[in-house]
Nanobody, 122 residues
Framework: QMPLVESGGGLVQPGDSLKLSCAASGRSFSSYGMAWFRQPLGKERELLAAITWSGGTYLADSVKGRFTMSRDNAKKMIFLQMDNLKPEDTAVYYC????????????????WGQGTQVTVST
């Protein structure tokens, strides 16, 4: 098991920054691939960023240059630094953990946080 809890969401204006955190409480955190997904209202959930257990990284084109994902295995946490936020970034953001080697589809992630709402609006 890998319980996950996100935090850091909120209401911000366009151009602002937010940093999301995800705290894990399971064992062997470093052996899990971790990812951030988001789901805008009425739309499908999409993969934003991932860091595999071996250190491989992925960042979606839609957020390159604005978002940065990092992980701290000692603290069992991952982070999503979001800069220059846009209204289209409004969504529920989820962290997820994958026990296997797959990373690019949500089906590979067995463990999910409850989500945190990010709203970008004037």
């Amino acid at each position: 098991q890998m319980p996950l809890v996100e935090s850091g969401g909120g209401l911000v204006q366009p151009g602002d920054s937010l940093k999301l955190s995800c705290a894990a409480s399971g064992r062997s955190f470093s052996s899990y691939g971790m990812a951030w997904f988001r789901q805008p209202l009425g739309k499908e959930r999409e993969l934003l960023a991932a860091i595999t257990w071996s250190g491989g990284t992925y960042l979606a084109d839609s957020v390159k240059g604005r978002f940065t994902m990092s992980r701290d295995n000692a603290k069992k946490m991952i982070f999503l630094q979001m800069d220059n936020l846009k209204p289209e970034d409004t969504a529920v953001y989820y962290c997820a953990a994958s026990a296997g080697s797959g990373w690019d589809r949500e089906q590979f992630y067995a463990f999910w946080g409850q989500g945190t709402q990010v709203t970008v609006s004037t």
